[in-house]
């Protein structure tokens, strides 16, 4: 082991074995396994700064990279804490748009590189307008991410089709229309002379793999890399990396398997996952030992990452708790989505009251469109509360006027205007105040309504910010503050607003709280309705993982038996949680029941029970599992060979009446008809989708055919029925 620099004496006491393991391996490829809470910030700073302030390299030659400004501005004060002073910290973006810029001149023939497109989606609708297609803002908003998976994936607009089908993509319009958009959305940026962001790495990758002048400098620059989130990085970037090491192996990437949630996007673990085999002599460390989270949250962690299979689950970690006891995760069930909001809104102002910052708190849930109802409940509650990852904090309409004017005033400070005048006169934070009365602020207490309330908490932090900077540089005026808020504009660090976060599990990943409201964990939530695949499934599972995670010391769970007061109380907890957890509840896995906590309950409405799998009991909301009465996590059970035999007929009869297979049965009526096998008309009639017409029409045929007659036999039943018939009247249409 290599003796301890002086300065970081004191510092590597605090690193535990595992943590001292990461900063001690020789240079070369090293793979850290870090669980939630593990500390792996801490290890892989140490991991640098002893290599740096040790000799072993200079700061100038090591690059580390991550996935958002907020985490490579964290790896940057942290190394400035160690003095590591010069090390380069940038996202993969940041890092290929400097390297871009730099050689521009050089790769463009003289020409500085292209401008960078802040958005796409405008420029999707135009592609799109060319070729007579005019989509509403939902549809640009999801073929732009789809043109996004594909270069991030390194998809051409040709090899899409083959693409999108090969990992089960489901495309949000017909695949020829993707392609032509795709095309057209090229074509667009090369007439406009502007490249998106999949286009800066794609041409740093180019720059690097085609100069071999650009590469050699690249490469003499940087020689030691560092990767943190490592779980994350989709095919686009890895290439990046690639090219950047040029064939060597110093290369230390950070990263859990557990906590791959990004597939949508094209992040893939199969790189982190692979390492070991891809880098032959790495050395791999575990970090197990979790120092956010209590013992309770921890074992409930592992519990529920512990059922997941797929590569992922290969290099699964099982969390230590580190800190004291703390109290059990809390389980509920509440009749309907309201009550449930309305709760969790209750539970967050006790505990404000009793201390717990707002800060230090949040509500997390599958899906955006949940958030409106905690929303509201927050506000009726009269709990401060900040949207996380909905518009950016410096994006924000109010925010970039405050600044505006914040400029302004820095610059008229001496004129005759009397709100200008004002802010030359007493503190910083007083100033800042003036100039946000004159947009109508006042900080004596926020208003009612979202929107409202959303606004001034923004210039509220901005507020704050100001007080903050003030003490620590105590000359500091309007034109030293405007010039802090640019660079944080510019590295979109944006400062913490005090109220409770409301966010989607997706984006609370990486962020942590003393308390973590998780939130409408049911079947058809959490997991998602639409996860029908089982590596989908295995991904909601590693969502449901990361939210539990999140929490330092209280976690509550919840879900509402149905979505509004009178409802059918048909849904189900979560398949992921274990049944300990779901103790006192009075609901098992699959199943809800428990006690109610609204007026509903004592209605007297009459209860409509949802359609439930006959294997597990989890409510079904997909028409197609409904017709099956079976829902995506279990497995098919129907007699495949009946299954051909009731399709081949069906074939048959559509040709002979001359209407489409459909009208007769869809392949979902015929699967289920296969699995549930009934022996007479009474069964016949309880398969979704089979009413009396049907059974008129094509009753007798289906019901030999299920008892094993000829098909021949089959098809003289239904000979009789013509395109006259009723079966065109009768369509086999999906559950509403």
Known sequence: MSSVPPVLADALTGLDDEQRAAVYALAGPVCILAGAGTGKTRAITHRIAHRVI????????????????????????????????????????????????????RIFHGRAAPELLATKVRLVAK????????????????????????????????????????????????VAQ????????????????????????RATVWAIEEH????????????????????????????????????????????????????FTGATSTYLTNFPTQYPGTTLVRLER???????????????????????????????????????????????????????????????????????????????????????ALS?????????????????????????????????????????????????????SDVLTAMGFSAEAPPAGGAARERWEA?????????????????????????????????????????????????????????????????????????????????????CYVGITRAREYLWLSWAASRSPGGRASRRPSRFLPAGVLSGTGARGGGTGG???????????????????????????????RKLRRCSGCPADYDEELFERLREWRRTVSQAQEIPAYVVFTDATLQAIAEQTPADEAGLASVSGVGPNKIANYGAAVLALVAGEDLLEAEARSGSVGLSGTALVEADTPDP
């Not at 007026?599 to 028409?623: H, M, N, V, W, Y």
């Open 54 to 105: 040790g000799g072993q390299t200079a700061p100038q030659h090591v690059l580390a990279v991550t996935f958002t400004a907020r985490a490579a501005g964290e790896l940057r004060g942290r190394l400035r804490q160690l003095h590591a002073h010069g090390v380069q910290a940038r996202t993969f973006h940041a890092a290929a748009l400097r390297q871009l810029r730099y050689f521009a001149p």
């Open 127 to 174: 592609a799109a307008s060319s070729i007579k297609l005019n989509l509403e803002r939902t549809a640009l908003r999801d073929v732009t991410s789809e043109i996004e998976w594909a270069k991030s994936t390194l998809v051409e607009p040709s090899e899409y089709p083959a693409a999108a089908q090969r990992v089960h993509r489901v495309a949000p319009l017909p």
């Open 178 to 201: 993707i392609v032509d958009i795709y095309n057209a959305y090229e074509q667009q940026k090369r007439t406009a002379g502007v490249i998106d962001f999949e286009d800066v790495l």
């Open 212 to 263: 071999a002048d650009v590469a050699e400098q690249i490469r003499a620059q940087y020689r030691h890399f560092v990767v943190d989130e490592y779980q994350d990085v989709n095919p686009l970037q890895q290439r990046l990396l690639q090219a950047w090491l040029g064939g060597r192996t110093d290369l230390c990437v950070v990263g859990d398997a557990s906590q791959t949630i990004y597939s």
């Open 290 to 376: 979790d120092y956010r989270s209590t013992p309770q949250i921890v074992e409930l962690a592992n519990q529920v990452i512990a059922a997941a299979s797929g590569a992922q689950a290969q290099l699964r970690l099982r969390l230590v708790g580190q800190r004291s006891a703390g109290p059990k995760p809390t389980a509920r069930v509440f009749d309907d989505e309201p009550a449930e909001a309305a709760a969790v809104a209750q539970r967050c102002a006790e505990l404000i009251a009793a201390g717990t910052s707002a800060a230090e708190i949040a509500v997390l849930f599958r899906t955006n469109a949940q958030s409106q109802a905690y929303e509201q």
């Open 380 to 432: 009726h509650a009269g709990v401060p509360y900040v949207v996380q990852g909905a518009e950016r904090f410096f994006e924000r309409p109010e925010i970039r006027e405050a600044v505006m004017l914040l400029r302004g005033a820095s610059r008229s400070e001496s004129s005759g205007d009397a709100v200008l005048t004002a802010t030359g006169r007493g503190s910083l934070p007083t100033s800042v």
């Open 459 to 543: 210039l509220a932090a901005l507020l704050r910010l100001a007080a903050e900077f003030a003490e620590v540089t105590p000359s500091a005026g309007l034109t030293e503050f405007a010039a802090e808020l640019a660079e944080r504009a510019t590295a979109q660090h944006a400062p913490t607003v005090d109220g409770v976060t409301v966010a989607s599990l997706h984006a609370a990943k990486g962020l942590e709280w003393d308390a973590v409201f998780l939130v409408g964990v049911a079947d058809g939530t959490l997991p998602i309705s639409y996860a029908t695949e089982p590596e989908q499934i295995e991904e909601e599972r590693r969502l």
């Open 595 to 625: 006690t109610v906590h609204s007026r509903a309950a004592t209605s007297g409405k009459p209860s409509r029970k949802l359609p439930q799998c006959r294997i597990c009991g989890t409510a079904l909301f997909d028409p197609t599992q």
